[in-house]
């Protein structure tokens, strides 16, 4: 099957049923998705596919119906405003879920450009084990500025 990830299409032959977390990190060696729980409940795994944040540990690879964007994929070379937003504010501590926290506030922004406190708490349901999710909504908020600027 093919499987387009970070805008390079790729040849992908494994078990239909792996999770697409497995075939990222150990097929294609995109390390930036996390696991944390594979179970999706943590959100460290959190990529894009098609837009949508998704946790690619609980969908099957034959199951992604769209492009799949990782925090590998975002800012061209650059930053991503999100990612500047997150730095800004010191948002990463241990910094483990950071790249699932980013790619969910990326599809929050793109849906959201500005979005409330209450659509922060709403689509933001990764967890963060330092508890760094005051910051985070800091950085958001910050990043749906700079996206607007």
Same mark, same amino acid.
């Given at each position: 099957?093919?499987?387009?990830? #970070?805008?390079?299409?790729?040849?992908?032959?494994?078990?239909?049923?792996?999770? +697409? +977390?497995?075939?990222?990190r150990d097929v294609l060696d995109v390390k930036g998705p996390k696991f944390g729980c594979g179970i999706g409940a943590c959100g460290a795994c959190t990529v894009l596919v098609g837009g949508a944040a998704i946790r690619?540990?609980?969908?099957?690879?034959?199951?992604?119906?769209?492009?799949?964007?990782?925090?590998?994929?975002?800012?061209?070379?650059?930053?991503?405003?999100? $990612?500047?937003?997150?730095?800004?504010? #010191?948002?990463?501590?241990?910094?483990?879920? $950071?790249?699932? $926290?980013?790619?969910?506030?990326?599809?929050? +922004?793109?849906?959201?450009?500005?979005?409330?406190?209450?659509?922060?708490?709403?689509?933001?349901?990764?967890?963060?084990?330092?508890?760094?999710?005051? @910051?985070?909504?800091?950085?958001? @908020?910050?990043?749906? $500025?700079?996206?607007?600027?």
């Amino acid at each position: 099957m093919e499987l387009v990830v #970070n805008g390079k299409t790729h040849a992908v032959d494994t078990d239909p049923d792996m999770p +697409l +977390l497995w075939v990222l990190r150990d097929v294609l060696d995109v390390k930036g998705p996390k696991f944390g729980c594979g179970i999706g409940a943590c959100g460290a795994c959190t990529v894009l596919v098609g837009g949508a944040a998704i946790r690619s540990c609980s969908v099957a690879v034959a199951d992604v119906w769209d492009a799949v964007t990782t925090i590998d994929g975002i800012g061209e070379g650059e930053l991503h405003a999100v $990612q500047e937003a997150w730095i800004a504010a #010191n948002v990463p501590q241990c910094g483990y879920c $950071q790249s699932g $926290q980013i790619m969910a506030a990326l599809a929050l +922004l793109a849906e959201t450009p500005d979005p409330s406190d209450r659509d922060i708490d709403d689509a933001m349901t990764n967890l963060c084990r330092c508890g760094t999710y005051h @910051k985070i909504r800091a950085a958001i @908020k910050d990043a749906a $500025q700079r996206m607007r600027a």
